[in-house]
């Protein structure tokens, strides 16, 4: 996972078990935490180049404004956290859980997703291959049927949310996960290639054809990161 994935300070170990917010305990329970502020990746790819399947205005949007509002937010709710407990106020602390869990997931998700996604020139597209080709045709029956189900996991999305694939890490087998606004993928689970269903991921270019986009997105989907993940855990 990216050094730049998150950056924080360690008063938020305290601030997460004087809140509400297993979610995101759970989640970041594997990443070193540092003094600092979390900070927006760079993408290793220009904005334009998973056109024509997302284009490039939408990678603009969605990466230097919606990102940088997750990570602006993550930092508020840090600080917030920081002061509450330099006080002593932990239910002031707790207050802010919710918001912790919004934005820090936000922030975790998309820096995933970023590195989920490549040109179709390059990394992008087709099938993995090697032993996570094996474990979808093990644990779906095919690449193809694990596609089908999870676009029909994305189009049953109601409202904003994420799919991801996951590997559970005690089974050691594959499942599919959604989650609603940015709640992260936490517990037993290892995400390992997520896509995003929210309006801003998609809607400059397809309107309410979200289903497109779901057909499109396969087209730049990056398999070589997402079997690194699975090979590492």
């Given at each position: ?7 924080t ?78 006080k ?54 095919s ?59 998609y ?31």
């Amino acid at each position: 996972m990216s050094s730049t994935l998150l950056r924080t300070v360690p008063v938020l170990r305290g601030a997460l078990r004087a809140s509400a917010a297993p979610k995101m305990a759970g989640a970041m329970a594997s990443t070193s935490f540092v003094r600092g502020k979390a900070t927006l990746p760079d993408l290793p790819y220009d904005y334009s180049a998973l056109e024509p399947y997302i284009s490039g205005k939408i990678m603009e949007l969605h990466h230097s404004k919606h990102h940088q509002t997750y990570v602006n937010g993550l930092n508020s709710a840090l600080e917030a956290i920081a002061e509450a407990e330099s006080k002593g106020d932990f239910s002031k602390a707790a207050t802010v859980a919710p918001l912790l869990n919004f934005h820090g997931g936000g922030h975790l998700n998309h820096s995933l997703f970023w590195e989920n996604l490549a040109p179709a020139s390059r990394e992008g597209g087709g099938e993995p291959d090697g032993a996570l080709k094996k474990a979808i045709d093990s644990d779906f029956g095919s690449f193809d049927n694990f596609r089908k189900q999870m676009n029909t996991a994305l189009a049953g999305i109601q409202g904003s949310g994420w799919a991801w694939l996951v590997k559970d890490k005690t089974a050691g087998t594959l499942g599919i996960v959604t989650r609603a606004n940015q709640d992260p993928v936490s517990g037993p689970y290892v995400p390992l290639l997520g896509i995003d269903a929210w309006e801003h991921a998609y809607y400059l270019q397809y309107e309410n054809r979200k289903a497109e986009y779901f057909e499109a997105i396969w087209n730049v989907l990056n398999w070589k990161t997402a079997a690194q993940r699975f090979e590492k855990t």
